[in-house]
């Protein structure tokens, strides 16, 4: 029994042993083994584990590790390991220990808000007074995040509040710019200098406006912050509007009314962002009808300032011109969002008020008596306009009576404008001071009158003012209409502003935007807009037509799957038909996906290459929607295309797509007759358009204008006989028209209804049904810029190839230059290609087979003008050459002949010109 009992214990023992032994791991000898032992544990506050394994163990507390070398007392603070931290502490861990960027536990139990471990280690006398590297104090770790029910505890301990940074910054500043409300009080509460500068000269109210935080600048404002600026000059109501900060400007302005004088000057700074100057003053108008009108009056004084400097001969027009435009946006900016602005739908006033806002502003940018007073000065502005137009008209009356070849302006007449417009800009100058002034500026008029004719003068500023006049007049009104005022404006100035163009056609494109909104007063100058250069007009119809649109690729980044327009090659047109159907306008124009069923390549050149294959497929007889002309080059609406039940659906979706590529610049592979362009014009048709379909019967209806046909005998009338899907009927072409004869005196009608008969009666429809999809795209106001000759060219490109042109503007990479043999060799088999073999060529590098107009030094890629680009492949045994269609680069394997770069290029044309892969 007692034996028994022996064993017995024996094995217990060992078992405890054993036991013990398994729980309890003894520490590495190495310090670096050691600390990655512990870390886990202290980083779980096991603190039993830790005080074993530390208990005979010869591990320094204080190592440092890792890139940062910090100690385990690092760590424990900043997991707010608080069993851990203190023993550590017991152990001698030094609480004051910085690591490699100069940090002490102390700021990281700040910095994580570990409550707890703060307090223990300051029992330890930890040192508040401690900086990082960037000169950070515990302080400032609690301010920049908020601590403040830490700080309280703090600043017993803190002899010091306002201490600083390296950059001068104490924990007020930081709170401020990072709106801690409460701790800004509680370090306000302890003494922290509400005034103090940084290096720079940042005071806290300063950096609280730099962020917006409206609610810490009220505190500092209401325990008595000064506004001062730093040592640039930038005050906390310049980083307010930078950063569009409304809230935080109208305290600024409440608690120092003459900021409000300050804020409207503003807007003549070119520096400060016009879209932030406009969202702060939109919120400051928005507190109140006072406010509201206060604002627009004081705008409207900066305006007729910067308007009259602008009028002044001697003044800068490029920066004068700038301010006035600038301001005048912005004004007429808060007018539309005021309160009582159509555009939300409210014509009420701000407080119920039943007077309505068209009566109050009634005709108040045109010539009354007695504007509102708000808009007084505008209406000066206006005024002096108006007379600077009747003097060039009178000028040009007189110039034309006494037969002048140069009309000019005597200097007296131009003096006297002058002073009126120079003392309005300088109201209650001193008497002595104001006849100084008369005097400089009959100097200035003479001066000026001697050497060149007023229009020469004044015609841009008088443009810029009157383009700042339209803005104004627009503002009253509903969205895409045209104030009657401004229309009569233009109509009683028409002469001069005429002259102005004829003199100076970039005038058009600087300042006349108003034509492209009217087309009642486009119509007055269509004739000297056609006669500018086709590349001006270009570039104007692509700005307006993409204004207000934000800056995009052509190719558009889905988000998701459901964005990209996946097509089938088998079915491009119906599938491409319902997949545009499936997507909204705004995303088409925004930029296009598109990627073709079982393929995976995606850009610029998979686009390209959509709109080239569906193009053609738009004009592909089984849909009967286009038929071919006389020429066999070019294609009308099909008159008999109803015999498809989906034709005007299909006509819109045409439309849609070609002014989807023109306005998104690809050139489609398609050619309309002469008359097809004119329709989308909306320009009439003549009879020599006729010859495109039917050249017999245009040389007829020739015939008939150019002879006498009184005794012919021919007995023609006004009814002609047309084939209707096979049959022949009798259409008159007026009312009545089968008993009308054509006669010598009416034949000149008879041809032209004719003409409209065969060329747009016929398919009207069609056309209809076309344009309704070509407008959803580009807008009749600036198609009509162009004739039916640039219009082809501008859909189309160039009909035929110039490979010397395609040479000059060729680029080399990859270790090829113009001199390589590779290189002559490539150019010799191009000039031998057909041109169908070019064309192959072309679409197999850049996915489109048109060259855009001006050439290929216009060629488009990446997202803009991207030339083409031949690049060197290492060559191997029958290897074809390859494109990358975004960026136009061929990929020319270095051919070791002329015939076998011919035999591989010709076989990567033939087979590869369609399809994508992601090679």
Not at 324 to 346: A, K, Q, Y
Not at 510 to 539: A, N, T, V, W, Y
Not at 682 to 708: C, F, H, R, T
Not at 809 to 835: A, H, K, M
Request: hydrophobic share 35%.
């Amino acid at each position: 029994m007692e034996r028994a009992m022996e064993q017995l214990n024996v094995q217990l023992n060992r078992l405890t042993r054993s036991l013990r032994r398994a729980r309890t791991v003894e520490l590495p000898e190495d310090n670096e083994t050691a600390v990655y032992t512990l870390m886990p544990m202290v980083m779980a506050d096991q603190h039993r584990s830790v005080s074993e394994l530390l208990l005979n163990s010869k591990f320094d507390v204080n190592y440092a590790f890792g890139r940062v070398k910090r100690s385990l007392l690092h760590i424990a603070a900043n997991c707010g390991s608080v069993e851990c931290l203190v023993l550590l502490l017991k152990k001698g861990a030094n609480p004051n220990y910085q690591d490699i960027s100069g940090c002490t536990p102390l700021h990281l139990a700040a910095r994580n808000g570990q409550k707890k471990c703060m307090a223990k280690l300051l029992e330890y006398n930890a040192d508040v007074n401690i900086c990082n590297n960037e000169g950070l104090t515990t302080i400032h770790w609690l301010a920049v995040n908020g601590r403040t029910e830490l700080l309280y505890d703090l600043v017993q301990h803190v002899s010091n509040v306002d201490v600083e940074d390296a950059m001068g910054q104490t924990a007020l500043h930081v709170a401020c710019q990072n709106g801690h409300k409460t701790t800004v009080l509680c370090l306000l509460d302890s003494g922290a200098d509400i005034n103090r500068p940084n290096v720079s000269g940042a005071t806290p109210l300063y950096f609280a406006c730099s962020h917006g935080q409206r609610d810490t600048a009220q505190i500092l404002l209401s325990r008595g912050a000064k506004y001062l600026a730093d040592k640039n000059g930038i005050t906390p109501l310049d980083l307010c509007v930078q950063g569009g900060y409304g809230e935080t400007c109208e305290l600024l302005i409440q608690h120092h009314s003459r900021l409000f004088q300050t804020l409207i000057q503003m807007t003549q700074n070119q520096d400060m962002k016009e879209n932030m100057l406009r969202q702060v003053l939109e919120h400051v108008s928005q507190q109140s009808h006072s406010q509201y009108h206060r604002i627009l009056t004081s705008l409207a004084e900066v305006a007729t300032t910067n308007g009259h400097k602008l009028l002044s001969l001697s003044s800068s027009f490029d920066v004068q011109m700038k301010s006035l435009l600038r301001i005048v946006r912005i004004f007429c900016h808060v007018f539309r969002l005021g309160p009582s602005s159509p555009n939300n739908g409210n014509d009420m006033g701000y407080n119920g008020n039943k007077t309505r806002r068209s009566q109050v502003f009634k005709n108040v940018f045109c010539f009354i008596s007695s504007p509102p007073v708000c808009l007084q000065p505008l209406e000066l502005l206006w005024h002096s306009l108006d007379e600077w137009l009747v003097l060039i008209s009178t000028e040009l009356e007189r110039s034309r009576k006494s037969s002048s070849s140069s009309p000019s302006s005597s200097s007296s007449e131009i003096a006297t404008l002058l002073l009126k417009q120079r003392k309005s800009e300088h109201a209650g100058t001193t008497q002595e001071l104001s006849s100084l002034l008369d005097h400089q500026i009959v100097m200035e008029a003479e001066a000026h009158a001697d050497g060149e004719d007023v229009i020469s003068m004044t015609a841009s500023r008088l443009s810029a003012v009157i383009q700042a006049f339209y803005l104004c007049c627009s503002c009253q009104m509903p969205q895409g209409m045209t104030s009657p005022c401004f229309i009569e404006f233009v109509c009683k100035h028409d002469e001069v502003l005429k002259c102005f163009v004829t003199r100076n056609p970039k005038i058009i494109f600087d300042h006349f935007h108003f034509l492209l909104e009217c087309p009642e007063l486009m119509s007055r100058f269509m004739h000297i807009i056609k006669g500018q250069p086709f590349k001006d007009r270009s570039e104007w119809f692509y700005e307006h037509l993409l204004a207000g649109q934000p800056d995009s690729d052509m190719v558009h980044r889905p988000v998701n799957e459901s964005d990209i327009l996946l097509i089938h090659r088998d079915s491009i047109f119906r599938s491409s038909c319902e997949m545009v159907s499936k997507s909204t306008n705004e995303k088409l124009k925004q930029g296009i996906a598109v990627r073709f069923h079982g393929e995976e390549g995606m850009g610029h050149g998979v686009v390209r290459e959509w709109f080239d294959i569906l193009s053609n497929e738009i004009i592909n007889p089984d849909y009967g929607l286009f038929t071919q002309s006389a020429d066999g080059t070019t294609f009308q609406p099909n008159s008999n295309s109803s015999v498809n039940p989906d034709h005007l659906n299909y006509f819109q979706f045409a439309g849609q797509i070609l002014g989807l590529a023109l306005y998104h610049r690809q050139l489609v592979n398609i050619y309309f007759t002469r008359s097809f362009y004119k329709h989308i014009l909306g320009v009439p048709v003549n009879y020599q358009d006729v010859s495109s379909i039917d050249p017999e019967y245009a040389k007829n209806l020739q015939w008939i204008l150019d002879n006498d046909i009184s005794d012919l005998g021919l007995e023609l009338t006004f009814s002609v006989e047309t084939d209707v899907f096979g049959a022949m009927e009798e259409v008159p072409l007026k009312p009545g028209g089968s008993s009308i004869l054509v006669t010598q005196d009416n034949k000149a009608e008879y041809v032209q209804l004719v003409t409209e008969l065969r060329m747009t009666r016929a398919i009207q429809p069609q056309i209809n049904a076309f344009l309704q999809g070509f407008h959803t795209f580009i807008p009749p106001s600036l198609i009509q810029l162009f004739d039916e000759y640039e219009l082809e060219l501008l859909l189309s490109g160039m009909p035929e190839i110039d490979v010397e042109d395609w040479c000059r503007n060729t680029e080399y990479t990859s270790g090829y230059d113009r001199q390589d043999p590779v290189i002559q060799w490539f150019w010799e088999v191009v000039r031998s290609l057909t041109q169908e073999e070019r064309v192959l060529l072309l679409q197999f590098v850049t996915g489109s087979s048109r060259v855009p107009h001006g050439g290929f030094a216009y060629l488009m890629g990446g997202g803009g003008l991207q030339k083409f680009t031949v690049a060197a492949v290492p060559y191997t045994s029958n290897l074809l050459p390859t494109s990358s269609t975004c960026i136009n680069m061929l990929k020319l394997p270095e051919y070791p002949d002329h015939d076998s770069l011919r035999d591989r290029l010709l076989v990567a044309l033939h087979c590869g010109s369609y399809g994508y892969t992601m090679a």
